[in-house]
């Protein structure tokens, strides 16, 4: 069954802003390590940003940092991605994703993931 829904992707003009959310449908717990990465058309799932669920602290991927803001709402099961001053090369499927141990920016170390939502920024 779905586990972790995204939502809130859409098309976006450049230098606009958007914020995609990812409700989690499983127990999400203080020690787990929530993520947002994106996949461009013919490129490799990459890091976007991600937080850990107990204490918040936040971590990005250098392209987005100053721009994009991860949260969480706990009581929720929610993370949230706030992304601003959006460019053209943001354009991807954002995926949102829990690990069980701490930080980490590989994909393979995560163990639950969303179906994804699209972002397209225009020029």
């Known amino acids: 069954q779905v586990q972790l829904v995204e939502s809130g992707g859409g098309l976006v003009q450049t230098g606009g802003s958007l914020k995609l959310s990812c409700v989690a449908s499983?127990?999400?717990?203080?020690?787990?390590?929530m993520g947002w990465f994106r996949q461009a058309p013919g490129k490799e799932r990459e890091f976007v940003a991600g937080?850990?669920?107990?204490?918040?602290?936040?971590y990005y991927t250098g392209s987005v940092k100053g721009r994009f803001a991860i949260s969480r709402e706990t009581g929720k099961n929610t993370v949230h991605l706030q992304m601003n001053m959006l460019k053209p090369e943001d354009t991807a499927v954002y995926y949102c994703?829990?690990?069980?141990?701490?930080?980490?920016?590989?994909?393979?170390?995560?163990?639950?993931w969303g179906q994804g939502t699209q972002l397209t920024v225009s020029s």
């Open positions: 994703a829990r690990a069980r141990g701490g930080y980490t920016t590989l994909a393979a170390e995560f163990d639950l």
């Open positions: 499983v127990r999400i717990f203080s020690s787990h390590y």
């Open positions: 937080i850990r669920w107990g204490s918040g602290v936040t």
